[in-house]
């Protein structure tokens, strides 16, 4: 990855390094309180995140990183007996500042970083071995001998959760902060009353936990997890590192004031380091579960349209074809070389009327199947399905004709009208009738499809019955998902459209396995006020 500068081009270099080194000094002495005699090991370091940050943004300036060690040295500090510890000491932990950025660096996506958990388990792994090893060696330094080094082992676990906890509180901050499209995200998490709530609750919480004796401070430090995880379940990352980083402020302002024993505030720092990753962790898989739902509401915008596609192309093929036959009728009416006739007047006179019969009724399917496909909408009338069962039946005579099947009807007339979308509902007959006709027809001659309409519980079904080889037991949980046709030239979506639309209705379609095909959806009885019927379309 190629090295990466701080991208504000306002600022010269100079101006940057400048402003690196104050904050590292400002944070070193704001946190160089209760150091551990002999090694000046503090509880809390989180000018060692600054560091870092810096050179996973900018790799070359490890000499800054190096010149800011030893000004925070002499500043805070003062000089030490032996300068040469000094220059080791930072030498040493600029090598493991700079282990750490790379070891990121491989990982972390810099404009949109911890988005995924994989990030946050690295930057967790890396911050936690380059910690130890910057214990170990800064100790060994100090010390002049593994012997020493080994006697204060003591020394080395209270650096290294010294600065792990500070790196894993702040680190993230601040890279979600040099992060263009992360910044945002921060800024609105700070402006928001939500969040503001849940910091007033943290100092509720830190008021109870630390307004007791020392003795109960790890007995009700769980009040202190709660809003961080609330912040991070509403606000995603963003919420957890804010909130986070407010919690070990506040916790750090109370033991100051209110803790007697370093030993206390050590093993409070572990359990905010605890506290830390888990609302890293709950924000991280907050983030990604968003992503994941706007990226399924993507991928069903995509599947809706596309299966809008297929459904307009399914329900256009047939009106289509009739609309070529009649024109070639009208042409051929239209090319004989006799004048016409009234005979032959009527006959051109009723195949224009069909012709645009036909083209009305493609365009009714085409605005009613896209506006359900984009909301699910609607169109309904009071209809008398026995009618549109009939004008159905009649409109595929030719068809069946055409292919050896006889066509049936058994119909209650005295059903009452149903509320419902005719185009639609017209469409799920026509497909389900095309489909028994042309099962029926590989049956052989004789073939014949039957179509039902009769009351039922609460409202209408229909049946629709053919002499087909009918559908085998182990494709009926399928038979319904789109693409699921087996057709010659067929778009596998019929059958997913009218489910969709009775289901929509507040109906159900189902089949029947084999053998003979076996088809029925119902349809509910809705309460309307009276009116006359409508027709099919």
């Keep these: 990855m190629p090295d990466i500068e701080p991208r504000s081009a306002r600022l010269p270099s100079w101006a940057w390094a400048l402003g690196y ?47 800011g060690l030893l000004l925070a040295e002499l500043v805070v500090r003062g000089l030490p007996a032996e300068s ?45 071995a380059g910690s130890l090893a910057s214990a170990v060696l800064y100790v060994l330094i100090h010390s002049g001998s593994l012997s020493a080094a080994a006697l204060a082992r003591d020394a080395v676990i209270r650096y290294w959760v010294g600065d792990a906890a500070a790196v894993l509180v702040l680190l993230p901050v601040l890279l979600l902060t040099l992060a263009p499209a992360r910044r945002d995200g921060l800024l609105g998490v700070l402006r928001s009353p939500a969040w503001w709530a849940g910091a007033a609750l943290t100092c509720t919480a830190l008021w109870v936990v630390f307004g007791r004796g020392e003795q109960d401070y790890f007995k009700f430090f769980y009040l202190l997890v709660p809003p961080v995880v609330w912040a991070a379940v509403r606000f995603g990352v963003q919420g957890a590192v804010l909130s986070t980083l407010f919690t070990q402020a506040g916790l750090l302002a109370a033991a100051q004031l209110a803790l007697r024993h370093d030993l206390t505030l050590f093993e409070l720092q572990v359990l905010m380091a605890a506290t830390a990753m888990t609302g890293l962790l709950l924000g991280v898989a907050v983030d990604e579960r968003a992503r994941a739902e706007a990226d399924l509401r993507a991928s069903l915008r995509f599947s809706a349209a596309g299966q809008m596609a297929a459904a307009l192309a399914h329900e256009l093929s047939q009106p289509l074809t009739a609309l070529s036959n009649y024109a070639d009728a009208c042409q051929a009416l239209a090319d004989q070389p006799t004048p016409l006739d009234g005979e032959r007047r009527a006959q051109l006179t009723q195949v224009l009327g069909k012709l645009v019969a036909e083209a009305r009724r493609t365009g009714a399917v085409t605005r009613r199947l896209r506006d359900f496909f984009r909301s699910g909408a609607t169109s309904l009338q009071p209809t008398s399905i026995p009618a549109l069962a009939h004008e159905t039946l009649e409109a595929h005579q030719e068809f069946a004709q055409r292919l050896g099947v006889q066509l049936q009807a058994d119909t209650d007339g005295g059903l009452p009208a149903l509320r419902v979308d005719a185009i639609q509902i017209a469409v799920v007959l026509r497909n389900l009738l095309a489909n028994a006709i042309e099962a029926a027809a590989q049956a052989g001659a004789g073939g014949s499809v039957l179509l039902r309409v009769a009351p039922s519980e609460g409202g209408v079904r229909v049946d629709v019955i053919d002499s087909g080889p009918g559908v085998e037991p182990q494709r009926l949980r399928a038979l319904f998902d789109a693409p699921a046709s087996g057709k010659q030239g067929g778009l596998g979506v019929g059958l997913s459209i009218c489910r969709s639309i009775v289901e929509s209705h507040g109906g159900k379609l189902w089949a029947g396995a084999g053998p003979g095909g076996r088809f029925c959806f119902t349809l509910p009885r809705n309460e309307f006020d009276p009116a006359p019927a409508v027709p099919a379309v």
């Design 84 to 128: 040469l510890t000094m220059l080791a000491a930072a030498a040493a932990l600029t090598l493991t500042f700079s282990a750490i950025a790379q070891a990121l660096r491989r990982t972390l996506d810099l404009d949109f970083p911890l988005a995924r958990h994989r990030e946050l388990l690295w930057l967790a792994v890396s911050v936690t």
């Design 21 to 67: 080194l104050a904050a590292y000094v400002l944070l070193d002495w704001a946190s160089y309180f209760r150091p551990v005699p002999g090694f000046n090991i503090t509880p809390w370091n989180p000018q060692q995140a600054v560091a870092i940050a810096l050179l996973i943004r900018a790799p070359r300036k490890a000499w800054l990183v190096f010149a």
